[in-house]
Every structure is written in C-alpha cells, then in structure tokens.
C-alpha cells in the first residue's frame, strides 16, 4: 500500500495545508514543525504531479503500475482539484520553490510569485467547490444498453 | 457536534462483528475529529480575536464536524445487525495472511457489493492544531486504513465471499514491482491504434491522460481477478462470473474492463495444467466446466467500429470512446504477463496462499460427501494429530461444487415443496456459516 504520508491530501486538510503554503511563501509566523511538514509534503505533492505530466506529455507510452501511478495520480488529482488544463510550467516553478523552502534555502521574488499564485487558485478552486473530503474521480460511464 | 459525539460513543459501546478492532479505530478518528473541532469553537471564543479569525475558527469546526458525521455515515453496516459474526476473522486471516497490516474494518451494504476503499491520512493529518486524541487516533491506524464492503446477510450467501480475494488483490497490487519491458510492445501498440483511431500523431497529453487512467484501472482490475484466481481458486471464476453476470451488460466502462474478458480469463486459467481444476471439477461431479457455466446472460461488447459510435453517442467524448475501444482490442495481450508477475509476486513471498489443484482434489475427496450428509467442513485429517481446522478457501471451494452440481442431493429435511431448492440452498448456506464458526472454534483450541 501506499506509505507517502502526504498522499492525496483532501478537505479541510489541504485547505489548511495550502493556507500554511500560503503562510510560508508570504513569511507569515508558522510553527516549525507544522511548516516543515507543510513544505515538505507541498514540494512532494508538486512535484510527483510535475513528473506525470512529463510522462504524459513526453513519453508516448502507458506505464504499468503504482510507481507511475503515484506522479500520474498526483497529476491528475491537481487537474480535478484546480478544474483547468494543467501546464508544467507553474508546477515546475512550484516544486522548485518548496524543494528550496524544504532545504531553509531562499527563494526569489520570481520563484514566490509563481508558487503564491498556484496556491492562491487552489485555493479559490477549494472556495468554489467547497469542503469535500475527496475530490471526484470522473463519473464512470456504463456503456451497457 | 454534542449530539455527534454522543452518537459516537454510543456506537463505540456496541459489539462489532469478530470482535474487531478496525470500528473502534475509526471511531476513535471521528472522537477525535469531533474533539478538535471543539477546541476551534472554544478558541473562536478566546477574546482579543478578530471578527475575521473567528469566523474562520467557527467555518473550520463546521467542516470538521461535517467530515467525522461523513466518517459516522462511511462505517454504516458495520454492525451485528448486517454482518454475520463468523465471518470476520477468516477474512481478516486472508489480510494478516498475505502481510496486509493495514488497519481494517469491514461492513455490509443491502447491495450485490464489493469494494475495498482506502482512506489515506492526508485527508486527517494535515488539519491544522490537531487535538491529542486525533493525533493519537491518527497514530494508531497502519494508513491508509481500509474500508471492505461487502453485501449484507441477504445477499451474502458463503461461497460469494471469495470476491473478497479480488479486494485484496487491489490491496496487493500495489507491492509487486512490474517488469515494465513486459508492457512496451503493448503500449506501442495501442498508442499507435488510438492515434490511427483518431488521426492523431503525437497524442496529445489529454488523450495519453485518458489513456493511463483507463490502461491502470482495467490492469489493476485484472491484477485483482489475477490474486483472486491464485487464493480462491475455482471460487474466484464462480463468483466472480456469477457477480459479472447479475450486474448485468458487457461490463465495459471507463473503470473495467468488460465482463466476457475477465470471466474467459479465469476460465482459460481454470483449464491450464496437466490436472486442471476443470478436469478435477468433473471428476468430482461429473459436470463439465464451459465458460459460460453460470454466467450465460454476460455480454460481449460490440465490434471495434460498433463499439466506438456507441462510446462517443454516450460520452460526447470521441478521445475517450478511441482510448476505450482500442483497449478493449489490445488488452488480451498483456494478460499473461499480469498473472505471471502475481503469481511470481505470490509464490516468492506467501507461496502457501496459492490454492492448488491438488488441495481442490483433497478438499472435494474429503468434505464434497460429507457435507452432502449435512456433515459441515470443520476439520481436515485423518488422524487426531493430524487434523487441522479447515481453511476458509477449501469452505467456499466445496460450498460452491454443491451449490452448483449437488443442491438436489443434499441429504437435510426440508418442510413442504421446494422445486426451485431454494429451501435446500438456505439449508447449504446455514451449514457452510456453520463450518465457518466451527472451523474458528477449531482454530482457536489449536492456539490453546
């Protein structure tokens, strides 16, 4: 099963989670372990949803298995929860900017901007949607007649 | 939230089925979840707050509050009333069994159902100023905790239960390490096809998205009939084909694959070997195993060109309907090498949960009679030393050959007509229930 203590975060958690994010970025005062955890788990989440866009968008080819589903399921979980196409750009400078962050190294004012403004969707992505505990999968389709 | 908390604790002074621990954990989640919504009301009262800050507090203890009476709603059927007693232990065995340490609860719904659902604790840990009582509740679940369904006493007839083995299977999937050069030809294939389906070259990533997402659900399906297959042995190709066939249709959607491939796999694996499980199933009731044995309402899905104006009629969706249809079309080809990488994963790590033919051919040999004569399969053996409880997988093994070719024989008084042998079947079920507990008393005075 699945050992990623951060996998799928949902509801109010990744509410409170993107808030501290948000905490973070802006230098707000923030307890060192929950901000820890905060940057640690962002810059995982960003990141393995970094990997399976480039798997998706690169590789012309389908992968067997949990290893490629946990960067495609974070990939795809980002779209569900953000309600658009997703490009790697965003998420990229994202990921960049909590690996910093998770190293206590700086991060620059170009870096913050990126990182502040996916989170800031994701927030009012949250606030439109309200605080559902997992965002759907897509509906499944019967084809029986 | 005090009537939330009262509701809790009422359900926590109930007894659950085997005596489980799994409710209790999750109980203990909702307590705490109910627990540090309080703590965020009382700090909304603290002075010196700001209408804003207080009004977030008093927002985030709704949300909370709403999340553990969704947790209270999620453990539904979890009691006496809806699930036999017995039958918990054997089921959780399969889990310790085959190293699943997951923590665990089981619960019924008045549906034909199975369904294994994993709750991560991200949904839990992140919530900001956890109270302790969560975070000890938090600490005390192996994550992600793992909700089984399965159908209510109704419906829950014995031998149906080895669909249990398919939701572990989900379970186990995710351990075994796939040989990805195994998948590259089919991968190139089908990506090829769908991109000659669509007049598409590259994919674009909304096409490869929708692809992955239905290429991991169907081989995880198939990777799920695949453990079922090797733990249940022929139960798996009963249940799972007779489950196919009452939910009706071909079974294709955008989850799973369709139905006819899934019951033609088990039955070519039934039949593979010099002394099939098929050939033992005659030589003990002398019927002869088809594919369509008790499952002959299952359709096949239409032709590839048929298939696809159907999916893009239902969907609007012609990317989707491409992905679908030529999976549907490449898909056998990778069968082999999913059941090769179970069976690998399954004989290097737990090759004594692998149902043989020859351990189909000692359980009929020893208990398909017996049971006939009313006689419950409890205990295998012939000597006093060397008898040993019988294991859940030889009860639904021998429950269902009788349930299938024996019903009419079945030596048990019944009251009054009975032309359809539904009255017998009742009879079946109470003895096969009746081996169940008798087989966990008898497992119990082992251990003594």
Redo the contacts between chains.
Sequence with gaps: ??TN??????????R??I??GVSVLTSAPLDAA?RN?VVV?LAKLFGDASRG?Q???H???????????DA?ES??FMERQIGR?LDDTQIAAATQAFEKLSMNAQISQEEQKNALALLTELLASIERTG?R??PFQ?E?????? | MDRLHAQTYARAQESFPGDHAGPRKWLALITGLLDTAAAYIAESQQPGKSAAETLSLVN?AS??A??AY?LLNLMGGAGLDELPYCIVAPLQRWFDDLG?D?STFFRAELVINYELR?F?????????NPTQSLSLAINEIT??LLRVTVPSKAFGIIPHFAIVAHELGH?L??????D?T???SF??D??NRISSRLNMS??T??V??K???V??SW?AELTADAFCFFIAGPAAFFSLSELLAIV????????HPAAALRRQTLFDRMSMGSTSFSDLFYKHTGQVLSTEFVSSTI?A?PPADQ?FV??VQ??KDSELAAV?TEMNEALPSTISAIYEHVESFLKANYPSSIYTPGQFDADLNTHLQALLSAIPPIESGITLKERKATTFTCIINVGWCALLTKLSDLRVKIEGPDPLNTKKLECLHSLLLKSVELSEVRRTWETV
Aim: hydrophobic letters at 40%; aromatic letters at 10%; charged letters at 15%.
């Design positions: 099963m699945k203590i951060f996998s799928k975060p949902s509801g109010v958690a990744f409170h989670i808030e501290d929950r955890y788990g866009y798997q998706l968008s590789g012309q080819a389908l992968c067997m298995g949990i290893k490629a589903e495609f990939f795809s196409a605080p505990m997992v897509p499944e389709i019967s084809l029986s007649v | 985030d949300q909370i709403h999340l969704q699943i997951n994993p991560d604790q991200g949904t839990f840990k992140g919530i900001r994550w992600p379970a999937a995710e351990k075994i390490v796939w990805q195994k998948f590259a991968s190139t089908l990506v590259p994919l990533p909304s490869l998205k692809g992955q997402e290429f991991l081989t009706g249709g071909d079974g294709l959607t955008q989850t359709k899905p298939l159907q999916v239902n969907t679908l």
